[in-house]
């Protein structure tokens, strides 16, 4: 497994990986969102610095991000974060073999400061660009400290989507099915809004939730196709089930127990039609990814199930994150390494 790469200025071919027992060391750029990131990987799996400035604070005050606070906020980071990355690494731009940056999905104006950055440490070191799709990245972030090779099967929740992948080798990705609505990041926090709980709300509403009854209410699941997701009619659910209970309780309304249920039903839909992936395809090995892989309910189904080997990212490379995208950048040739690429917000 290797593919070429050219350097900006005299083409010189570099390849990726390179042979065995040489370093191939990547630094990216992650910045699709509301986190400026800088990472610098060695061989797609080992973290030499992970840096991440973080914008919760910020975006808490209106309660969701605003894109273009969020693009201000990483004019203001991206030199800083880089700054740090290189001194927690210990190295410098000439022992850096290519440089990465997030190209999208995401917020337009947060990837263009995030894609010019690595444009121009590119064109300063004579480097080559490579471009990365965010969830593709997502995925690879189980790469990171663990030898986890393909296939396997990958269940991709975020903020903005909720996929399953049949994952073949480290340069083929099916897309199983998806959601036809919201994604299970979105309605987490929708519901949190719902429940009038603080941003972050998804992380948030996890934690009320495993102080709840999850028994104590059951919402219907949408009939959809066979690897397909809705959320947004539990979503209604719990809307309307909210307003009876404040007709009855008022403000003090068992508000534990109505998490705890949420987060029982669509767990339990995002584990049932992953374990059927996986089963009908005959792979053995599941992955988690994405900043909803952080998610305590569903870590724990999925690691309480003996007959598969699961994998999921530590925590700090589950929500946004440049290690991902250097790891994406080693193991995927995506084809978008040239100085020409463009952002994009959606697939």
Do not use: W
């Not at 390849?15 to 060695?42: H, L, R």
């Not at 809307?239 to 009876?244: M, W």
């Not at 992955?287 to 189904?301: D, H, M, T, Y």
């Not at 995208?325 to 995506?334: G, P, Q, T």
């Amino acid at each position: 497994m290797s593919y070429e790469l050219k350097t900006p200025f005299n083409n010189k071919i570099i390849t990726i990986p390179q042979k065995t027992g040489e370093e191939t060391i990547i630094a990216a750029i992650e910045s699709s969102c509301d986190e400026m990131a800088f990472a610098i990987v060695k061989n797609g799996r080992e973290v030499l610095s992970n840096i991440v400035a973080s914008q919760i604070n910020t975006h808490k005050k209106y309660g969701g991000v605003v894109p273009e606070v969020a693009a201000r906020e990483h004019l203001n980071s991206v030199a800083m974060v880089i700054e740090e990355g290189f001194k927690e690494a210990g190295l410098k731009g000439d022992n850096i073999t290519a440089f990465a940056s997030t190209i999208g999905p995401g917020l337009v104006g947060s990837l263009i400061v995030g894609v010019n950055a690595a444009k121009a440490l590119s064109l300063i070191y004579n480097k080559p660009f490579i471009g990365v799709n965010h969830l593709k990245a997502h995925v690879c972030a189980n790469y990171i400290d663990t030898d986890l090779t393909p296939p396997f099967i990958a269940l991709l929740i975020s903020g903005g989507h909720t996929q399953i992948l049949k994952v073949d080798d480290y340069n083929t990705q099916t897309i199983l099915g998806g959601t036809i609505d919201d994604a299970i990041g979105e309605v987490y926090d929708k519901v949190a809004r719902l429940m009038g709980i603080d941003y972050p709300g998804g992380p948030n509403l996890d934690k009320i939730a495993q102080l709840g009854d999850k028994k104590r209410f059951e919402f219907t699941k949408a009939k959809v196709d066979e690897f397909d997701f809705s959320f947004s009619g539990t979503k209604t659910a719990v809307l309307y089930l909210i307003q009876k209970l404040k007709k009855e309780y008022g403000d003090n309304y068992p508000k534990n127990d109505v998490a705890a249920s949420f987060q029982e039903n669509v767990t339990n839909i995002l584990y049932q039609k992953t374990i059927r992936a996986a089963k009908k395809y005959g792979i053995n090995k599941i992955v988690l990814a994405g900043g909803v892989a952080a998610n305590s309910e569903i870590r724990k189904k999925f690691f309480d199930t003996t007959n598969y080997q699961v994998y999921a990212p530590k925590m700090k490379y589950c929500t946004d994150n440049a290690s991902m995208v250097a790891s994406c950048a080693y193991f995927l040739n995506n084809r978008m390494n040239n100085l020409d690429v463009e952002v994009f917000s959606r697939l």
